[in-house]
């Protein structure tokens, strides 16, 4: 029996081209571990770039979550923050919507 050169495992080295998107899916998963463990509650994934973002619910848990930028938006009197954090490569985002 052969071995075939396809690709039956980590062991393998896989496809230059797909090096980026394995690292991706390591670091998010990687990152949604942290996560559960520290109690926030994950609502998606946006996967495809080199930093995947991961969006979370707005809960008192993701204070623990440092050095996190707001951006403002205003649209037909609804202010919404959307807060982003740093996290193993993976952008964690959350919002926040304020009625005026």
Do not use: D
Request: hydrophobic share 35%; aromatic share 4%; proline share 2%.
């Amino acid at each position: 029996m052969t071995k075939s050169t396809r690709y039956n495992g980590w062991h393998v080295q896989p496809n230059l081209q797909n090096a980026h998107m394995l690292e991706s899916l390591l670091n998010v998963s990687k990152t949604t571990h942290q996560l559960v463990k520290m109690g926030i509650t994950i609502t998606g994934t946006v996967m495809g770039t080199a930093h995947p973002t991961i969006l979370v619910m707005a809960t008192g848990e993701t204070k623990k979550l440092k050095g996190a930028a707001i951006k403002t938006r205003n649209f037909n009197g609804t202010r919404t923050s959307v807060y982003s954090a740093q996290l193993n490569n993976c952008n964690i985002e959350w919002e926040s919507k304020n009625v005026h």
